[in-house]
């Protein structure tokens, strides 16, 4: 038996994202064993929702290869570690990509139905959710890497950060992206939804919109 758990497509906010992935932040801080901690463990993030995390050797299919995968029932999240770009920040972002799917777009009360099914005999198949590419501009997967920033680089901390700090300087911009263990462009990206800053990517100059 073929049994779908993953949610129809449909349009997310992007406000409604950023509240998914700080919600998850705040109850972090009530469990004393999963506080945040800044640059954020996106695997203790996973740990903290069910989920375990594993790197191993994902193998191409018809359509070429696969970054990551879900396997909803078993409550596993698995990185191709044969993809060395997805090492350091990548690799964190990739974690918090996954997660936004699994927040996002698996019912997971249904996914804990089909579990308890499973476990009274019936023959559940459930086919895993598969990333190709995180840098896809549609769908489903511009959602989960939305989230990923809002996870790794929550408002309330990047206000922190830029204390003091000039978001026009790409020699700040570099700190900032080191104390958060993302990517510059990660950085970037996020600081332009937010409307704190505007990247010209001809000059690779940086103008600061808003004031902290």
């Known amino acids: 038996m073929s049994l779908s758990i993953f949610r129809p497509y449909s349009f997310i906010p992007k406000l409604t994202i950023?509240?998914?992935?700080?919600?998850?932040?705040?109850?972090?801080?009530?469990?004393?064993?999963?506080?945040?901690?800044?640059?954020?463990?996106?695997?203790?993030?996973?740990?903290?929702?069910?989920?375990?995390?594993?790197?191993?050797?994902?193998s191409d299919d018809e359509y070429g290869a696969i970054a990551a995968r879900i396997l909803p029932l078993e409550k596993l999240i698995e990185i191709n570690d044969r993809i060395p770009q997805l090492q350091g920040g990548l690799g964190e972002?990739?974690?918090?990509?996954?997660?936004?799917?699994?927040v996002l777009h698996i019912d997971r009360t249904e996914v804990e139905r089909q579990i308890r099914l499973?476990?009274?005999?019936?023959?559940?198949?459930?086919?895993?959710?598969?990333?190709?590419?995180?840098?896809?501009?549609?769908?489903?997967?511009?959602?989960?890497?939305?989230?990923?920033g809002c996870l790794?680089?929550?408002?309330?901390?990047?206000?922190?950060?830029?204390?003091?700090?000039?978001?026009?300087?790409?020699?700040?911009?570099?700190?900032?992206?080191?104390?958060?263990?993302?990517t510059i462009s990660n950085l970037v990206h996020?600081?332009?939804?937010?409307?704190?800053?505007y990247c010209d990517s001809q000059q690779k100059e940086i103008y600061l919109l808003k004031n902290h």
């Open 118 to 148: 499973k476990h009274r005999g019936l023959a559940i198949k459930v086919e895993p959710l598969l990333c190709r590419s995180l840098e896809s501009t549609e769908g489903v997967e511009w959602q989960a890497q939305y989230f990923a």
């Open 190 to 197: 996020r600081l332009q939804d937010l409307g704190w800053i």
């Open 18 to 58: 950023e509240a998914c992935a700080l919600d998850i932040l705040l109850q972090m801080q009530k469990t004393h064993n999963y506080l945040p901690k800044f640059p954020l463990d996106a695997s203790r993030v996973a740990e903290f929702l069910g989920l375990d995390v594993v790197w191993d050797t994902i």
């Open 152 to 182: 790794l680089m929550p408002q309330y901390y990047l206000l922190q950060l830029s204390q003091a700090k000039n978001l026009a300087k790409w020699q700040h911009l570099y700190q900032i992206a080191e104390q958060l263990g993302v």
């Open 93 to 102: 972002s990739t974690i918090a990509h996954e997660i936004g799917h699994w």
